[in-house]
């Protein structure tokens, strides 16, 4: 497993790019109450080669994901589960009740076309080749060979799928179901067929998989979908083609960057490669919504629902189907860093703006309307709010970009409120159990252990194997910490090779230690983010807020540093030796969050958070549940149980004789099923 470690392709790609944007960002940014127009600044994440997870919250976690979620994810896609009986069934038995998601790729190998038989929903292809991509980041970090022959057997039926088609295309729905109209067209919906997003999904599985194993067969079989998609779409006389469903753009994209980075690649490939197509496609593919052409080149609107009611690089609020409106902002922002334009960068600000200002829930999770799975208007936070899990992870992907554009810590508090609130919500403690819809009010709200559209468990696998390089980042000039949890990291500054060991408890105590050592002694700049929420900020744009009392403390070897962040981030720069200590202490005390008076779905109401994670209560430990309120000045107590739901802080309060008790939102529904409820009505001032 040589490749990812000696390319670093993907997340060391560019060289440090520094540029002013132009005035066209004023006017996002005056929206919203801030002064100046900020200054692109690109760091690098870090490899997964170069950071190992040792962490007494995420490694046992890391063991469950890796022994038995991926694997339960891939035995379900495999049809092994059957969600209406609920029990392993016999393939003679079937009755069209199982979905097999790889016998569809049998089918198309075995020639078969327009059958009508096809087994799950259209974007089944797309959740197998997503499973692939989480499976091999966590092969980067936990190797197992049971696991990736598992894979390998699975890459050799999609790549028989694909020999099948003389064009090198591949999506099995449309050939067994819509041979006539590829990429929705002729009468077609990709909206609905998923062409273009389950080529991006194989597109970027198939990079993850070379990068974690070295192997190139995936990476064969999507160069050649690849070819044929630049082939068909862009500019007339080609086809008038965008994705029904964003994410293809970052994924081709990545393709663009592996062999931009490696072009010694391209000789072990069986086709040929032109990667500055690839660029140009998903260029036009952002580019050309909103456009819909005329005459023989015409194609209807998508609408709000897929980002197609204008032009991209003119909308200035994040509309739509919630996951897709991410993913596509995700590929946005990507795509500003490798061209530098200043239309791409205001987008992507204002869509961030927008999401995160006025339509982000306390939990992190996005999407308010059931109907088209989609953003509400400004402010509609409702508590039984749809959220699904797939549309929080988008939102976490899309701000650790923009961490990446702008090196601003404001991005990494909003990917950490996802990543201990609706990301963990969204798998079971047992890791076999799933949410589709992360609801902040519920009766009986139940965990399920496969569905008919199982979208949810593959995002999830994608975005907890790519934890480990968000932890760090770096530039030329220092490193950055964005994420506090257990971890050894072995890098650079330059040509100073650095590693860090990180020691910590959180999310449940607030003391974090970073020991440095250098190879050599050097003066270089170490970056740690100061969450917003330890220093009353609890959101950038205030549609939340809270107080707290206890002030951040920073110190190295002992002697304090001035807590004074600037973009998020506390800067320290000095000449570094081996054994250097920084210690963060952040404040954990529980505290009340109130929403922006605009929301009026929860105005009067309060949430409890310690530290990052937000609380919720359960019916199973608090009775009258429905009658209970609080007030501001409801004393809050936090008590660590090791033995309780994995280990959690629960936080405890009395208010008018009742007592309560409320216990992390990732955790609810891990018991039985019972009512819970995140915001508490606020008891009314005399």
Not at 29 to 41: D, L, R
Not at 317 to 322: F, K, P, Q, V
Not at 542 to 568: C, E, F, H, R
């Amino acid at each position: 497993m040589q490749a990812r470690s000696t390319m670093q392709i993907l997340r060391n790609i560019h060289t440090i790019k520094v540029f002013s944007l132009s005035a066209l960002l004023a006017g996002s940014i005056a929206a919203y109450g801030q002064p100046t127009t900020p200054t692109a600044h690109i760091i690098q994440p870090a490899d997964l080669s170069q950071v190992k997870i040792k962490d007494a919250f995420w490694t046992p976690k890391y063991k469950v994901w890796t022994t038995h979620t991926v694997y339960d994810v891939l035995d379900k896609l495999e049809g092994s589960y059957d969600p209406d009986r609920q029990d392993l069934i016999d393939e003679k038995k079937r009755q069209g009740k199982t979905r097999n998601a790889f016998l569809n790729f049998d089918r198309v190998a075995f020639g078969e076309k327009n059958t009508q038989v096809f087994d799950g929903p259209p974007w089944y292809d797309g959740l197998v080749y997503e499973t692939i991509r989480g499976a091999a980041d966590l092969l980067s970090q936990y190797p197992d060979k049971k696991l990736e022959k598992k894979l390998d057997a699975y890459i050799e039926r999609i790549a028989a799928a694909q020999a099948a088609d003389p064009d090198g295309y591949i999506n099995t729905y449309t050939t067994l179901n819509r041979p006539g109209q590829r990429w929705g067209t002729n009468g077609g919906d990709d909206k609905w067929q998923h062409d273009v997003y389950n080529a991006g999904a194989l597109i970027e599985a198939a990079v993850h998989y070379y990068q974690a194993t070295g192997k190139t067969r995936l990476l064969n079989v999507a160069v050649k979908m690849s070819n044929y998609m630049y082939a068909q779409m862009g500019p007339a006389p080609k086809l008038n083609v965008i994705p029904g469903h964003g994410g293809p753009e970052e994924a081709l994209l990545k393709l663009y960057w592996l062999f931009k980075t490696d072009p010694a690649l391209k000789a072990k490939i069986s086709v040929s490669v032109h990667e500055e197509q690839y660029y140009s496609l998903v260029q036009f593919w952002i580019e050309n919504r909103g456009n819909y052409g005329s005459g023989s080149y015409a194609r209807k609107s998508d609408g709000a629902y897929n980002q197609d009611h204008l032009p991209v690089l003119q909308q200035q609020t994040i509309e739509g189907h919630a996951v897709r409106a991410t993913l596509l902002a995700t590929g946005v922002t990507a795509m500003a860093m490798e061209n530098n334009n200043p239309a791409y960068f205001t987008t992507a600000v204002h869509y961030w703006d927008n999401m995160t200002g006025k339509r982000m829930f306390v939990t992190g999770g996005e999407g308010a309307i059931a109907d088209q799975e989609k953003f509400g208007p400004d402010y509609f936070l409702p508590e039984s709010a749809y959220l699904e899990t797939c549309a929080s992870i988008g939102a976490a992907f899309f701000s650790q970009r923009m961490n990446q554009l702008l090196a601003d810590g404001k991005y990494m508090d909003e990917f950490e409120r996802v990543l201990y609130n609706n990301l963990l919500s969204g798998l079971s403690l047992s890791g076999d159990h799933y949410f589709y819809e992360n609801p902040l009010i519920a009766k009986d709200h139940k965990r399920w252990a496969w569905h008919s559209c199982p979208c949810c468990p593959p995002m999830i696998l994608k975005m907890v194997a790519a934890i480990p390089e968000y932890i760090y980042a770096a530039d030329k000039t220092g490193l950055y910490v964005n994420l506090f949890i257990g971890s050894e990291y072995k890098g650079a500054v330059g040509d100073k090779k650095v590693s860090l060991k990180q020691s910590t408890q959180y999310p449940w105590k607030g003391t974090t230690q970073i020991e440095v050592n250098p190879a050599q002694e050097g003066d270089f700049a170490i970056s740690v983010r100061i969450p917003g929420w330890a220093q009353g900020k609890e959101n950038y744009f205030d549609l939340y807020t809270s107080q707290v009392t206890t002030p951040v403390a920073l110190s190295i070897n002992g002697i304090a540093v001035p807590v004074q962040p600037v973009k998020g981030y506390v800067s320290i720069q000095r000449r570094w030796k081996k054994g250097d200590k920084i210690t963060l202490e952040l404040p954990m005390q529980p505290r009340l969050i109130f929403p922006h008076d605009s929301v009026e779905t929860v105005r009067g109401k309060a949430t409890i958070a310690a530290g990052p994670v937000i609380y919720g209560l359960e019916g199973i430990d608090n009775s009258g549940l429905d009658s209970l309120v609080v007030s501001r000045n409801t004393p809050l107590q936090l008590v660590f149980k090791p033995g309780f739901l994995g280990g959690v802080n629960v936080v405890t309060g009395r208010e008018g004789g009742s007592t309560f008790t409320a216990i992390p939102f990732y955790t609810l529904a891990n018991r039985q099923v019972a009512p819970y409820r995140v915001w508490l009505p606020l008891e009314k001032a005399d």
